[in-house]
């Protein structure tokens, strides 16, 4: 695939580069990337691949552009606010680089979808907001055979790792099982904006390396970054022989839409509460449980259930012994996942049969009350 | 013997915020049951009811994964508690 006379010029400074050239241009030019999630991540290193002179750039988002995102993505400008990201950030990645084909996939990765839409690709960029989508991505790409270069971040810290089929560990040999709601989301817990500037920017760095063949890429090895104390850490981990998907004997031979709830989600003892059957439970008055809201103080103040007595997870385990043992309290945040927590502490302090509010107050607002303000 | 542990962000709740604390213990058993001494609850969220490390969690004894709690934490060791990230 060569390069014309405009593309030289725009890649002038590639071509300097002995590693790189008109060759590894020209591979650059033939390259089919596909970025999952055009988020946080997926921003920065769409925006490098595209400029770098990626041929072939896919985005998979099926999210519209929020205020609250612009902190971070910067894929997205004030004037593409409620667009489709997909679509949003075809148009600026198409600004950036007209020499360069944006397709944008305004849908959600499923099992039924995954296989089909990465096997148009030859190398996969994960940035997902979820783990199931991780697991999802990371078992199609060991499926398909592609390489991976997988990221995820919360608060000040990030990670990353790259999966090249047959060369080392995939994401399941690193973390063979978990569920969303076992971590906080970067909307419960907040998120440095520039923090997935530096992982995305790697992720577009692994991406070169490996369609150029040039370096080491990060395979066998976790990266982690700190940016509070400005430190990276690098782990070597091993492939798994008993991985479920890439292991001597796998038991995933296809795309799985989700994890089965592991013990750890859901432990033993934990009763978990539909809104509705949250409601029930209140209404019965004289009867009604405690409601120990585990959001922060400012999530609190925003609004919460009444009566609802405020414990921030931070103070949980220092305040536990505030729960009455046999109250059979109901904990409950902003959407299921820090509750949950509390309540697998709470049990191991000694609280009998605590409950979660499943989905937390957005599932209490979707379901019993839209006019409770959820921060 | 003393060591650092350094805490992953989703735990640092039990910590008071601190992303790295000293341990005591000569392995990563006594390690985590110092670090539950100070720290109550940490430990449960690292390792199961049947003593295995939790599947979204990775320990390591400076760059060297741990697969069980037996592996030997030597003076000036860093452990470092890694978990599973969601976030995009």
């Known amino acids: 695939m060569t390069l014309s006379a405009l593309e030289r010029a725009r890649y002038q400074r590639h071509l300097s580069l002995q590693e790189i050239g008109a060759a590894g241009q020209e591979k650059l030019k033939a390259a089919r990337v596909v970025i ?133 560990p995939c994401y399941r040999c690193l973390f063979p099982q978990a569920s969303d709601g076992m971590v906080a989301n970067c909307a ?59 292991g001597d004997a796998p038991t995933i031979t296809e795309p799985r839409d989700r994890e089965a709830p592991s013990a750890s989600a ?29 959001r922060e103080r400012w999530e609190y103040d925003t609004g919460h259930l009444p009566g609802a007595v405020n414990i921030p997870m931070s103070e949980l385990p220092q305040r536990i012994a505030e729960i009455p043992r046999a109250s059979q309290p109901v904990f409950i945040c902003r959407s299921g996942g820090r509750s949950m927590r509390a309540c697998t502490m709470a049990l191991k302090s000694g609280v009998a049969t605590p409950a979660n509010l499943e989905g937390g107050l957005l599932g209490w607002a979707a379901d019993v009350d839209p006019t409770l303000p959820v921060a | 013997m003393s060591c650092t542990v350094r805490i992953a962000s989703p735990l640092q709740s039990y910590t008071a915020g601190a992303a790295r604390v000293d341990g005591r213990g000569d392995t990563l058993a006594e390690v985590l049951g110092d670090l539950e001494q100070r720290f109550p609850g940490i430990r449960f969220r690292m390792i199961d009811e049947q003593g295995r490390i939790r599947p979204h969690m990775r320990l390591f004894v400076n760059t060297d994964e741990a697969r069980d709690l037996t592996a030997a934490v030597h003076g000036g060791d860093t452990v470092h508690v890694i978990c599973a990230l969601s976030g995009g």
């Open chain 1, 266 to 294: 859901a432990p033993d003892g934990v009763r978990r509460l539909t809104p509705q059957a949250l409601r029930a439970l209140l209404a019965a008055g004289a009867t009604a449980p405690p409601l120990i809201d585990v």
């Open chain 1, 188 to 246: 419960e817990a907040g998120v440095l904006g520039v923090l997935p500037g530096v992982l995305g920017t790697l992720q577009a760095t692994e991406a070169i390396k490996l369609i150029t063949g040039v370096g080491t890429p990060l395979t066998g090895r976790l990266l982690t970054y700190d940016a509070l104390e400005l430190r990276f850490n690098e782990f070597r981990v091993e492939r798994r022989r008993d991985c479920a998907v890439c």
């Open chain 1, 36 to 168: 999952v999630g055009a988020g946080g991540l997926g921003s920065p290193a769409a925006l490098y691949l595209a400029a770098a002179g990626c041929g072939t750039l896919g985005l998979v988002d099926f999210d519209r552009v929020d205020v609250s995102n612009l902190q971070r993505q910067v894929l997205f400008d004030t004037a593409a606010l409620e667009q489709m990201k997909a679509e949003a950030g075809r148009a600026r990645l198409a600004a950036l680089n007209p020499e360069i084909r944006v397709v944008s996939h305004a849908l959600e990765l499923k099992a039924a979808n995954v296989r089909a839409l990465l096997a148009d690709y030859d190398l996969v960029v994960d940035g997902s907001d979820r783990l199931s989508t991780r697991y999802l991505v990371n078992d199609a790409c060991v499926l398909l055979g592609r390489p991976l270069v997988s990221a995820a971040i919360h608060r000040f810290e990030g990670q990353v790792m790259t999966y090249v089929p047959g060369r080392g």
